[in-house]
């Protein structure tokens, strides 16, 4: 039976699990790995394959280097941009790939899928 990356308990039949970064979560499982702060409902980068909360993650992000691109339009990043699950968009490229709303604080990479979306549109896919 298949168990949660963070609190190596196993799934629930008919319990939701979040699957992000190569791993899957109890939903409220699913929080920083810095600050232990519930991620649900609010951005959440790549901290090293765990999630991490942005706020953790601004504390160690770096300028954006010359060439980076944008990983929704794949055009190269000047200005304005936003750093989330371990990628760089620009800040109107981020949203989700069910219902095309901007991710602002709500949403999750799915690397299996390689998608973006809100927690709420996981079941929709």
């Known amino acids: 039976m298949a168990s949660c990356a963070k609190c190596s308990k196993p799934f ?25 702060v519930s991620l649900i409902g609010k951005g959440m980068v790549d901290g090293g394959g765990w999630p991490q909360c942005e706020a953790c993650a601004e504390k160690a ?8 691109t944008c990983k929704g339009c ?16 620009h800040v109107y490229c981020m949203s989700c790939c069910v219902c095309k709303k901007p991710i602002t604080n709500d949403g999750f990479y799915d ?3 390689d998608k973006i979306l809100h927690l709420e549109c996981l079941t929709k896919l």
């Open 12 to 36: 629930g039949p008919g319990k939701p699990v979040a699957k992000l970064l190569g791993k899957s979560f109890h939903k409220e499982c699913v929080v920083c790995k810095d600050c232990n």
């Open 111 to 113: 690397d299996v899928t």
């Open 74 to 89: 794949k055009k190269e990043i000047s200005g304005t941009c936003t750093k989330a699950y371990g990628f760089t968009f």
């Open 61 to 68: 992000e770096a300028a954006v280097p010359a060439g980076v």
